[in-house]
């Protein structure tokens, strides 16, 4: 059985360490763009359940000439604790405000996506696009939300 979408995944409800959806699909080959501390054979897999609403979001963006690109999706409980283990190596305590634990991230239940454009990757400047104006916008149509809004870490954690 596979977690309903409705699942509540943060610091307090932990995922079990070999919990994996049950279908995924690749989403593209952007894997790795941003992340050189990362195995460079992954790619940004979603569950397959959600495939035509991120299809449609990425497709009616493009059409209006927004490059969106899914840089990271599903993140097993092991790969989790290497984005944790890396950041923390650069940034210290700082990345425990940054990225989950292993357990507490959304991205193990392949709902999570982050996304952006292929030139600029994972930046702060991303906030300052088209896209990212876009995607406040309009995500919601598709199913999707920000989670992490800055100005909210007291509420979200991150």
Do not use: C, W
């Not at 509540?8 to 279908?23: A, F, G, M, Q, W």
């Not at 940034?91 to 990225?99: I, N, P, R, S």
């Not at 990757?121 to 989670?147: C, D, V």
């Amino acid at each position: 059985m596979d977690l309903d979408v409705t699942v509540l995944v943060n610091k307090e409800h932990i995922l079990d360490k070999d919990y994996v959806p049950l279908e995924m699909y690749v989403v593209d080959e952007n894997e790795n763009n941003f992340h050189q501390f990362k195995d460079a054979s992954l790619k940004p897999m979603l569950r397959s359940d959600i495939k035509e609403y991120v299809d449609k979001l990425i497709n009616d963006a493009q059409e209006l000439g927004l490059p969106i690109i899914v840089d990271s999706g599903y993140r097993s409980f092991k790969y989790q604790q290497v984005v944790l283990d890396a950041l923390i190596k650069e940034k210290g305590d700082e990345a425990f405000k940054l990225v989950a634990l292993p357990g507490a991230s959304e991205h193990q239940t392949g709902f999570a996506l982050d996304v952006s454009r292929l030139d600029i990757g994972l930046t702060e400047y991303f906030e300052n696009t088209y896209e990212f104006e876009y995607l406040i916008n309009n995500a919601h149509k598709y199913g999707f939300i920000l989670r992490y809004p800055k100005g909210k870490e007291n509420i979200t954690g991150y």
